[in-house]
Every structure is written in structure tokens, then in C-alpha cells.
């Protein structure tokens, strides 16, 4: 019980640490966006900066090949299979993402891009190369539950990201620039997480490298990539058949409105990624994975809010938890009250479309303002 308790302290630090650095992310961003929609003025150019930030992060999270989960599923158990993951991490996904890096520029010519938009990708896809390196190291930082430093990386990263295109916007550079600032922005994150590992004793040997290990490895990742990538998929898709669609304008106001969205999607995987390599640790051991489920449940839904909490494992709290109940008609009465009032109050459809209604009245709004300028 003592280890079960450590666990979930571990993954509530570990939570609060993702979610912390998250907003710290955000805020850059923000403030990026702030930046560029009055530096850009018409939001037409920066409308061809995101389709270039959605089209990389969709070929970005292809690149991954399932090898995040895989990776942290397998060390998180074994910790000594990490130099094993990290030689293997590397090696697949850097021969894999030359060949996407070259997808991803082939998609611009295909689909007619402009030449500005074209290069923009081009020099923002070189990061999906770094990724490929740096996504071993990160793996392995998720695995050991080391969320500090790898939050910390994407901290650097999204600061460096922000200071590097306001400095090249300032100084008369465009999409072009702001695009190669994402590769800049990558290659200084790199560095920071193989300094870290290096330190760590993660040093990749890849003269051990085997064909046939890299198959079998391939044989249980691309399954796991099914739903990363359909989610990234699904969340980025819209923006770039609106560009064949539409105009790069529709294109950045609707980036717009994403960006207000996915701040909400962004909080359960948070969540997710902390528990899931504790969960994986224990996997052999069904009560300890059960305990560890029950209480990610609770802290994903909220039901402490909306019942009764009693120590986990301690049984005869619980009887008398439903004991209280069965004896208290008024007490049953309030529990049934108020998890009804926060499945309504948080869940219903007609609820989150009028959040989506102010998120699109507050966007179009802003369209007016820009357009009287």
C-alpha cells in the first residue's frame, strides 16, 4: 500500500509539473500569437504560418511511429532496457523522418502552394529530423518519470520559439523565418535533453544495431500509432483543407479559434502522460494497476467532488461510508443532486456548443476590429 501511495503522490507531482509547464507553453504562445496577428496585420499571412505549423505537426506525429508509447510502456517496466529503446528510438524514427521530411515537401508542390509557403514548410519540417533525436531522449525522461527536466525542455523550447520570431519579425523577416525559428527552437531542446541524458549515462551505441530487431520492434509500435495519430489528425486536419478550400484568412482565424480549444483537450493528456508510465511500471501486479486505475479515474472525473471519499483499501471506512448512506435519505438525496448538477453543469452537449459559440462570436468579433484598421 505504502509503494501504491508513493506511486500516486508521484503522479499528482508529476501532473502538476506537466500542467505547469503547459501553461507555461501556452502563455508563449499566446503571447506569439498576440505578437503576429498586430506585427502581420492581415491575418492572411498568418494564416500561411499555420497551415505550415499544422501540416508539420501532422507529419510530426506520423514520424512518431508509435514508438512514444511503446517506449514508455516497455522501459518504465524494465528501466534497464533504456539504452536498448534509446539506440533503437533514434536509429528508426531518423530514417523514418527523412522520408516524411520529404513527403512533407513534396504535399506543398502537389497541392500548389505559394513559393513563401513552400519554403515555410520546408525549414520547419528540418525539426521533425531533431524530433527523431530528441524524441528518444524525452521517451526515456517520461519512462524514469522524470516530468521536471522534460517539461522543462519544452519550456526552453517554446521561450526560444517566442524570443527567435519576434527578433526576426522585428528585424523585417516573414513567414519564411518565423517558420525556421520552430528548427531553431527544436535544435536548442535537443540540446538540452542529450546534455541531461548524457550526464544520466544515456549514450546510444549504435554499432549494436539489427535488422531484425528493428522489424520486430516496428511489428509492436505502428499499432500504437493508430490513435496518436488519428487524434493529431483529427484536431489538425481542418486547417489545411481549409487552405485547399478556402484562403490562408479563413485559415488564421479558424487557427485562431483551434488555439482556444485545444487548451481545453490539452488537460486530460497531461494526465495521461504522467499516469501512464506509473501505470506501466506495475502492470504485472493487478491489485497495485488496480489501485492505480481507480485513483486516475478519480482524479480524471472529478467524483471526489461529487461523493463520498473514503481511504483507498481501507474496507471498513467504505461499509461505513454506505452505511451513512443507506441510513441518510437526505444524504443519498444530496449525493444523487449533486452528481447529476456537475454532469449537467460540465458535459452536456448544449454546454460546451455555447462555449464553441463564444470561443467563434469572440474570434469574429476580433475579424472586425482587424478589418476597421
Same mark, same amino acid.
Given at each position: ?76 517496466? @524494465?528501466?534497464?532496457?533504456? *539504452?536498448?529503446? #534509446? %539506440?533503437?528510438? $533514434? ?5 523514418? !523522418? +527523412? ?110 544495431? @539489427?535488422?531484425?530487431?528493428? *522489424?520486430?520492434? #516496428? %511489428?509492436?509500435? $505502428? ?5 496518436? !495519430? +488519428? ?143
Amino acid at each position: 500500500m505504502e509503494a501504491t501511495e508513493g506511486r500516486s503522490r508521484r503522479v499528482t507531482q508529476n501532473t502538476l509539473v506537466l500542467y505547469g509547464a503547459e501553461a507555461a507553453s501556452r502563455l508563449f504562445s499566446w503571447a506569439l500569437l498576440a505578437f503576429l496577428t498586430r506585427r502581420w496585420l492581415d491575418v492572411s499571412t498568418y494564416g500561411e504560418y499555420a497551415v505550415a505549423v499544422n501540416w508539420v505537426s501532422i507529419v510530426a506525429i506520423f514520424s512518431d511511429l508509435g514508438l512514444n508509447l511503446l517506449v514508455v510502456r516497455e522501459v518504465a517496466h @524494465r528501466k534497464e532496457k533504456a *539504452l536498448y529503446y #534509446l %539506440r533503437y528510438t $533514434i536509429f528508426i524514427r531518423g530514417a523514418f !523522418s +527523412l522520408v516524411f521530411w520529404g513527403a512533407l515537401i513534396g504535399i506543398s508542390f502537389v497541392l500548389g502552394y505559394e513559393p513563401i509557403l513552400k519554403w515555410g514548410i520546408a525549414l520547419m519540417g528540418l525539426r521533425i529530423l531533431l524530433d527523431s533525436i530528441a524524441g528518444g531522449y524525452a521517451y526515456l525522461f517520461q519512462s524514469h518519470e522524470m516530468m521536471g527536466f522534460y517539461s522543462l525542455s519544452n519550456v526552453v523550447s517554446a521561450a526560444v520559439r517566442l524570443v527567435g520570431i519576434v527578433a526576426v519579425v522585428l528585424l523585417g523577416g516573414g513567414v519564411i523565418e518565423a517558420c525556421g525559428m520552430w528548427t531553431v527552437a527544436s535544435g536548442v531542446a535537443l540540446l538540452v535533453l542529450v546534455w541531461k541524458g548524457s550526464q544520466l549515462g544515456w549514450k546510444p551505441d549504435f554499432t549494436q544495431i @539489427r535488422t531484425n530487431e528493428v *522489424l520486430g520492434i #516496428l %511489428r509492436q509500435s $505502428i499499432p500504437l500509432a493508430t490513435y496518436g !495519430s +488519428l487524434q493529431m489528425l483529427y484536431y489538425r486536419v481542418d486547417s489545411v483543407i481549409l487552405k485547399s478550400l478556402t484562403n490562408n484568412e479563413i485559415v488564421g482565424y479558424y487557427d485562431l479559434a483551434a488555439k482556444v480549444v485545444f487548451v481545453v483537450l490539452a488537460f486530460s493528456q497531461i494526465f495521461g502522460t504522467a499516469v501512464f508510465p506509473a501505470m506501466s511500471s506495475v502492470r504485472d501486479d493487478a491489485k497495485a494497476f488496480g489501485h492505480m486505475a481507480t485513483r486516475a479515474a478519480k482524479f480524471l472525473f472529478l467524483i471526489g467532488k461529487a461523493g463520498l471519499v473514503y481511504p483507498e483499501g481501507n474496507v471498513s471506512q467504505l461499509a461505513a461510508k454506505l452505511r451513512r448512506l443507506k441510513s441518510s435519505k437526505a444524504l443519498s438525496k444530496k449525493m444523487r443532486k449533486m452528481g447529476r448538477k456537475q454532469v449537467l453543469g460540465l458535459y452536456t452537449n448544449q454546454i460546451i456548443a455555447d462555449k464553441l459559440f463564444k470561443i467563434y462570436t469572440a474570434v469574429s468579433h476580433f475579424k472586425k476590429i482587424n478589418s476597421n484598421r
